[in-house]
């Protein structure tokens, strides 16, 4: 058993109670304020914990998280000077437990997991109501698909316990990218990045997250797939959409390689046709934190 009452620091709780805005436990909705910069941080040092913050904040409201296999669940990036950086997402629960604890708060979870050393992942289950929620620690980490779909808990993991991804941070179109220097054929590298709750393949539908992978591959120095394909007939990305009804289509440049069944990457200056069941390519996977549309 996790000892969570022991050392917490109490103003570092209340900190990141405040710096995550309020949580329903019943009523599916969880309201974060956010700072200019697009994510939420606090920094301590030996005699204080304090939320750091932009002078203007906006407040998102994320309503209803839904199963729907098109619209992802809400995802909050924290990044803790003493807890490091770690996400939450709503609506997800970690399956592969090794100990569960009694606690007041999400705080408190997350401080216990952070506090043991085998936990890198941890799930808030709320159904119990107000200071009577179980915190379940886990050894694994989101890629080893150790989780699932469950109304009224939060999945809780670290990011460096991805050793296998490298995180991009915020780009401009208020997106996340984390880079995956393994290749894969595109429907492996699909769903790689479904794995990790709130994430998914890269999509650009857009000008300014086209802008922005295209300039994400030219600093990582290689082409990277994107969540876009033809199976015989039209274009789609992955959401659904036509690539013809996307903005961005009006920007690049299509190479196409006329296979009835064909994967796309994006390079430095174009989107790129590539042969979807046999050709590997490095890829990003993209996650929404401010809740922009994507």
């Not at 054929?185 to 990045?193: G, L």
Request: include cysteine; proline fraction near 4%.
């Amino acid at each position: 058993m996790v000892g969570v009452g022991v050392g917490v620091d109490v103003v570092l709780l209340v900190a990141l109670m405040m710096m995550m805005g309020v949580m329903e436990s019943r009523g599916a909705a969880w309201q974060i304020s956010w700072g200019n910069n697009g994510e939420v941080e606090t920094e301590s040092n030996e005699e204080t914990s304090q939320t750091t913050s932009e002078e203007s904040t906006t407040t998102t409201t994320l309503d209803n998280p839904p199963a729907a296999t098109l619209i992802y669940p809400s995802y909050t990036r924290i990044t803790s000077a003493v807890l490091g950086t770690f996400t939450l997402v709503y609506g997800w629960k970690v399956i592969d437990v090794y100990d569960t604890l009694k606690v007041p708060n999400y705080c408190t979870c997350i401080y216990a997991c952070w506090s043991s050393p085998e936990c890198v992942s941890a799930r808030l289950d709320m159904e119990g109501g107000d200071s009577n929620w179980q915190c379940h620690l886990s050894t694994r980490n989101p890629l080893e698909r150790q989780h699932v779909e469950q109304p009224d808990n939060v999945y809780i993991f670290w990011e460096a316990s991805i050793t296998s991804g490298r995180s991009l941070g915020i780009q401009s179109d208020g997106l996340e990218y984390m880079a995956f220097e393994t290749k894969m054929i595109h429907s492996n590298a699909k769903q790689e990045c479904l794995k990790i709750p709130g994430y998914r393949l890269a999509i650009t539908k857009s000008v300014q997250s086209y802008n922005v992978l295209q300039s994400l591959a030219i600093s990582l120095g290689y082409d990277v797939l994107v969540d876009l394909y033809r199976q015989m007939s039209d274009n789609e990305w992955g959401d659904g959409t036509l690539y013809t009804d996307s903005p961005m289509s009006t920007e690049a440049e299509l190479e196409d390689n006329g296979d009835p069944e064909t994967a796309f990457t994006a390079t430095g200056d174009k989107v790129k046709g590539v042969k979807a069941l046999s050709s590997e390519h490095y890829f990003l996977c993209q996650a929404n934190p401010l809740n922009v549309q994507w």
